[in-house]
């Protein structure tokens, strides 16, 4: 056989390949993305029970334990302004000028976590953090990670920063089956969201990484001292008003 009609013949083998590949790879990308959850409907909805409250109802019935679900749903209006900045102060300190990822952060927290030799930090943003509390599982994998960087684009494209904001705030675990400010503040303080004092959100900013660890509230050294640089960062964060 002359060597352009084996080249030829080859070529011809070798479309074939990636086509009998590329097509049911295509498919399955394009099932996938339309899995995708419609979160332009949060910008006039609120969200029923996330993904996280679900995993960790199934935990308690594994473990036969009860754990009922203390969740309250309020307004940004009535979430305490100190509670907001101190989140975004402790979680997101860029959250009014990134689109959904701070690739400073992610930087920053890749080489933390190089030199520590391990998984420390996630440099994730309070739209990501949002992204995985409300549709996706504990599961760490690059499918997930995928995932959520698409519904973390789909958010900041759909909605608000002020929205998002009071979504996280209504959604975040702030405790064992406490979920959202509302329930937070009425389960470590007794009182509303909207009465927390600056002391008081940075202790609730501060508890956000480990919120189960630290309920009921306990104020243990290495809490103390991010709750007092969470203090000392919340007057460098704009407010609200400032947002897109």
């Known amino acids: 056989m002359p060597k352009s009609t084996r080249r030829r013949t080859f070529t011809r083998l070798l479309a074939w390949v990636i086509l009998l590949i590329g097509i049911p790879i295509s498919l399955l990308a394009f099932t996938w993305l339309l899995t995708l959850p ?5 910008a006039t909805a609120n969200p029923g029970p996330t993904a996280l409250m679900e995993h960790r109802q199934e935990m308690s019935r594994a473990e036969h334990r009860q754990m009922p679900r203390r969740w309250s749903w309020v307004p940004l209006a009535r979430i305490s302004p100190h509670l907001q900045h101190a989140v975004i102060a402790a979680e997101d300190a860029s959250f009014f000028i990134h689109e959904g990822f701070d690739w400073e952060g992610i930087k920053d927290a890749a080489i933390h976590n190089l030199e520590a030799g391990e998984m420390k930090r996630g440099g994730s943003t309070i739209t990501q953090q949002l992204a995985k509390n409300l549709y996706l599982s504990a599961e760490r994998s690059m499918l997930r990670k995928a995932r959520e960087a698409l519904i973390t684009r789909s958010l900041e494209h759909h909605l608000t920063k002020e929205r ?3 979504l996280y705030l209504n959604v975040a675990e702030w405790g064992n089956g406490v979920y959202g400010a509302e329930a937070a503040a009425r389960h470590h303080f007794a009182k509303s969201a909207q009465e927390l004092t600056q002391e008081e959100a940075a202790w609730l900013a501060a508890i956000l990484p480990s919120p189960r660890r630290y309920d009921p509230l ?13 203090l000392r960062s919340m007057n460098k964060i704009p407010t609200i008003s400032s947002g897109r």
């Open 38 to 42: 419609d979160v332009s409907v949060l």
């Open 164 to 166: 998002i904001l009071e």
């Open 218 to 230: 306990r104020k243990t050294t290495s809490l103390t001292k991010r709750h007092l640089r969470i």
